[in-house]
């Protein structure tokens, strides 16, 4: 199949080719047709699938041929997303792909000025990204208004839930007229993401791109067992050996991000830490530096890595196993993007023997392990038979302290809109029954 088989218009296709894209990507070749066909989805789909041009390119096809005007302080389509960083790329795509279309977009998350996002929205945008609780404080301040909108895209869902944003997204979704196009995107498919979906998606199409829980097939991953007190020096031996250029390394605490940008650049490596306790101009930079390949290597948490699109990263270094399994799939999920391929390595102590279990029994897979002479542990690693039970895996905790990332306004907090009551959002179960569109 080709681009010119999906009833684009030249427009975007011109769009498309500038970007040097031959063939779509399995995601987009399913869900272009369904959008185009004003479907709801239900997309299982990774970051590097494509899945952005796959609801990008037909959301921008069908807003050109329906020819509504946007009002002042309207949005005809809104892509909800968990972070700041994935809502800007996500904005980078609408304007690459709609270059040459004459829509306007925009892009609002928190932690910057609210007022230059109030100026952007006054005259109406045809597309709106937007974190969840920044858009309800716009809506709050009369900056913005729903009763044009046409479509809803939820992107990353199993994040959003993850990250504690169930109840403004419900708040949200209570705003918008009842006749829309609804396009739900999450990496895993949990019970919590279907209960999610009923309220949301009508009788969707669903595509899935990845087996549930499998990681990309095109990436090589293995093990290093390793002393504790031994992988600060292993990682940058390890990095310099290898001679990886562009590693995205992840740790499970800001300050052991912060600790290990400082050991990679004390070992001549030029590194950069990305975390919630950075600016947001401190974390567009150290990303920017990163794409380009001023910055050898990006050190990362959990939260504050996903989504970022940085096409084709050829290399991921768990220096921590993550808490939670399938944060692993997502970790390694940005290598071997987009049929490219790529080496995930994870460094593991005896301490973190139990997460590499949860991993190896949520991918289906023992992985290969590779010792590095001279950073052995002193106890060998317990060796692990796969439990083959479907496992309930455990739900992450609300993150703390790492909110930056996120968009801050998605605490707990009391609706500041006298139209959605507080007590009213938060007692009621997600329900398709919606109140009456007030904003209308
Ligand atoms: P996404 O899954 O949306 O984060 O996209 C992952 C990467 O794949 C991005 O860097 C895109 O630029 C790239 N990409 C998207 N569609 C295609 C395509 N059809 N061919 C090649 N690369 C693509």
Redesign the pocket.
């Known amino acids: 199949m080709q681009?010119t088989d999906l009833r684009l218009s030249p427009a975007i296709l011109k769009a498309?080719t500038a970007?040097?894209?031959?063939?779509?990507?399995p995601i987009?070749q399913q869900a272009i047709p369904a959008v185009l066909d004003h479907q709801d989805l239900l997309a299982a789909?990774?970051?590097?699938?494509?899945?952005?041009?796959?609801f990008t390119l037909p959301l921008l096809q069908n807003l050109i041929d329906s020819k509504n005007v946007v009002k002042s302080n309207n949005v005809r389509a809104l892509v909800l997303t968990p972070t700041r960083e994935l809502a800007a790329?996500v904005q980078e795509?609408v304007e690459t792909y709609g270059q040459f279309l004459d829509l306007r977009s925009a892009v609002v998350f928190g932690g910057v000025k609210i007022n230059p996002q109030m100026l952007k929205l006054r005259r109406g945008v045809d597309i709106l990204v937007a974190t969840p609780g920044r858009l309800l404080d716009l809506y709050s301040q009369n900056a913005v208004t729903f009763s044009q909108l046409e479509v809803l895209v939820l992107d990353e869902a199993d994040r959003m839930l993850d990250m504690g944003f169930i109840r403004d997204i419900q708040k949200i979704i209570r705003l918008l007229p009842k006749q829309r196009q609804n396009l739900m995107f999450s990496a895993t498919f949990s019970d919590d993401i279907r209960e999610l979906a009923k309220t949301i998606v009508v009788n969707p199409v669903e595509v899935s791109v990845t087996p549930k829980n499998a990681a990309a097939k095109s990436v090589t991953q293995w093990v290093i067992p390793v002393e504790k007190s031994k992988k600060p020096a292993l990682l940058p031996s390890f990095i310099k050996s290898h001679h990886w250029r562009q590693v995205l390394v992840f740790s499970k605490t800001k300050h052991g991000a912060n600790r290990l940008a400082k050991k990679l650049e004390s070992s001549g490596i030029l590194a950069a830490a990305i975390h919630g306790n950075k600016s947001q101009a401190a974390r567009t930079r150290a990303l920017a530096d990163f794409k380009s390949g001023d910055v050898q290597v990006l050190v990362a948490t959990d939260i504050a890595a996903r989504?970022l699109?940085i096409?084709?990263l050829p290399h991921v270094i768990n220096y921590d196993l993550p808490n939670v399994a399938a944060d692993y799939v997502h970790r390694i999920g940005r290598t071997g993007?987009?049929?490219a391929t790529g080496e995930a390595v994870s460094f593991v102590c005896d301490e973190d023997a139990e997460l590499l279990r949860d991993v190896q029994n949520l991918i289906g897979e023992i992985l290969e392990r590779r010792p590095v002479a001279g950073f052995e542990p002193d106890k060998p690693l317990p060796e692990f038979a796969l439990n083959t039970k479907p496992k309930k895996i455990k739900k992450p905790k609300k993150p703390k302290g790492d909110s930056a990332s996120a968009d801050p306004g998605q605490k707990p907090r009391r609706a500041r809109n006298p139209n959605a009551s507080a007590s009213g959002d938060r007692s009621k179960p997600p329900s398709r029954r919606r109140t009456p569109n007030k904003s209308a």
């Open positions: 681009f498309v970007q040097g894209y031959d063939t779509p990507t987009q789909a990774q970051t590097g699938t494509g899945k952005t041009a796959g790329q795509s989504g699109d096409s084709e993007r987009a049929g």
